[in-house]
């Protein structure tokens, strides 16, 4: 009922105001969940006291993927005072609503690119919902030439986060918190960013949708094998529980990546298995 009203209202707005009306609508809609508390992100119970004990111990957090902002506003909201937040985000669409939705935060950085293995430019598909408004949300990079049906796309440009590192765009104090959800281009991102992963053993949580990195070319080995062979041991919430696996289950999408010395002091906020 709620998203049927949802979807009435935003045709109602394109058809009297045009295209910009449904984004300002978006923000509002955003600004009346984050006043009640409700717009927040769509994990288990476990997963956000854990994610909200690595924000609040880290000297640096990375969002790499920020859509329309609400990791970024739940792990800003954890961290200490004074540690600086980067996001990324190449999706026009959703760089405009997190600007707005994450306007006011302190030590925040923005950047309207992609990361990858290397700096280029690149053709995101953006698909559009039942009234033609672009899914911020669902926008991924193109693995070929662009499609021929009618989902819109638009020029993206790809960074390396090891570059960005060495210019000094991105100022590093560890511990580092990487959040990564790019819709399947999470091989290449982080292909982009090995020193920092060898040289810093960030704590990671990703996205790994064999869906997803099959669209973009890949599939789940390009994800986990790069990890297992850096010595992560990688965990996911398993009713409360977290577990280790070797291979993403059926049904989870998202997981962490943590060094086995950085799980012991993680004990007393989360429970850990099969370690």
């Known amino acids: 009922m709620i998203a049927a009203g949802r979807m009435l209202t935003k045709r109602l707005l394109r058809a009297t105001f045009g295209e910009g009306a449904t984004r300002y609508a978006h923000a509002l809609y955003h600004a009346v969940l984050r006043r009640i508390g409700a717009f927040g992100v769509p ?7 854990l994610l909200a004990a690595l924000a609040g111990q880290a000297g640096t957090i990375i969002d790499v993927g920020v859509n329309i902002g609400r990791f970024s506003w739940f792990l800003a909201r954890h961290r200490r005072p004074g540690v600086p937040l980067y996001g990324f985000e190449p999706n026009a669409e959703a760089y405009a609503l997190a600007l707005r939705n994450l306007a006011g935060l302190p030590a925040l950085t923005l950047l309207p690119v992609g990361l990858a293995e290397n700096d280029q430019t690149a053709t995101l598909a953006v698909p559009q919902d ?3 408004t672009p899914v911020s949300g669902l926008g991924y990079i193109l693995d070929g030439p662009p499609p021929a049906d009618h989902r819109a796309t638009q ?5 390396r986060l090891d570059g960005l590192i060495a210019a000094g765009t991105i100022r590093l ?4 918190l990487l959040k990564i959800d790019i819709e399947g281009y999470e091989p290449p991102a982080l292909a982009g960013m090995a020193e920092l992963l060898t040289q810093h053993h960030p704590w990671i949580f990703f996205e790994c949708e064999p869906a997803h990195l ?3 070319g ?3 080995p390009d994800v986990f094998g790069p990890l297992h062979h850096l010595g992560y041991v990688i965990l996911t ?3 409360g529980v977290f577990i280790s696996v070797t291979e993403p ?5 998202n997981y962490f990546a943590l060094m086995p010395d950085q799980i012991p002091p993680l004990a007393s906020f989360a429970s850990f298995a099969n370690r």
């Open 43 to 49: 994990e288990t119970a476990a997963t956000q006291r």
């Open 130 to 132: 039942a009234t033609g």
């Open 155 to 159: 020029a993206v440009t790809l960074k």
């Open 173 to 176: 104090a560890p511990p580092v």
């Open 214 to 216: 099959r669209r973009a």
């Open 218 to 220: 890949y599939d789940w």
């Open 237 to 239: 919430d398993q009713d």
């Open 249 to 253: 289950i059926q049904g989870v999408v």
